[in-house]
């Protein structure tokens, strides 16, 4: 989230970048006319079945784009919401199909692997009243259960939790059945939400500049590790955590002065592996790759810049493809680079 980054961004600026783009990135999908100038996608989640769901943060919107034909539509409009962000799935859903490129087993950011015989998919979003960049309204913060039913139904949104003590409310992962993790980066804070209830714990705190959030849970045992992007010092690092994801370790950098929003990681049981983040300003999809659990900061490249096609404009997130025609490929938000908001299609090229 564009959330004070520009001083940030200056610095980055002055800074060389190591390695040139691959493929140039591919434009799927972009909002449809009037032609919106302000407009981005804050967060994506892809269904099982490879659909993209995407949150508009300038407006209360959840726009579906299936990425085989690039068309998209908007699945819902939010009563009672003005700018939404994270997003992510509570059923417990298949695991994705293995990257195209990546010949190391290992476990993706997501739910458990148990297969979900239910007959609507879940996922659990976040919204703020973000009347203008920089400015959120104290006390705005919601959390909303989005339902897909697996039929022709309409999808669903209804309030599950207004937090009027939470600050803003960014990046939200699956951790155990029915449970999500919501960063807040106001309050500096992570929280467990029951998503039956809507009540929560806050396992982490003290966490200056928190936005995008991913959880890979232990192979074994019931814990895992947090991984968190801070757009304040502008590194990616992960949490070593119990199952109430209270800190059982010290955090490990995997990354510095990096501009960062969300990201998608992979991870293998040893620990190494990559993320991909949106690099926010930059306008451009980073790969941060790294080693096994304590061998610290890893290697950065960027994959694809431009995103926007115009040289300007932002990049808030990336995720993995789950179908077996684009696993591998990354789908990313870019947004506000003087046209509409757009869902862009990389090849990291590995
Ligand atoms: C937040 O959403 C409102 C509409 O709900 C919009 O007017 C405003 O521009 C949005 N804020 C940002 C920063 O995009």
Known sequence: MRHSLRSSLLLLLSSPLSALATLPPSTIFTLPPPLLPGSWF???????????LATR???PEIWQIDPATGQGSLLISVAGAFNLTGIAPVTPLSPPPRPRHHNRPGTRDGPSAVPSPASVETYIFASSHIPAPLQVTPGSAKVWTLRIPLTTAPATATLLAALPAAGFLNGITPWTAGRVLISDTEAEAIYLMDVSTGTYTTPLTGLVGVNGIRAVRAATGTGGYVYRADHASLTLSRIPVDAAAVATGPAEVLVQQQLIDDFAVMQGGDGAGKAYLGGMYTNEV???VF???GTGVGTRRVVATDLTGTGTGLVTVAAFGRRNSDAGFLYAAAGQGGGNAAIVRVDPGV
């Open 57 to 59: 943060g300038d407006a």
């Open 286 to 288: 980073v790969e941060i």
């Open 42 to 52: 804050e967060n994506i989640a892809v269904r099982p079945n490879g659909k993209i």
């Open 291 to 293: 080693g096994a659990f």
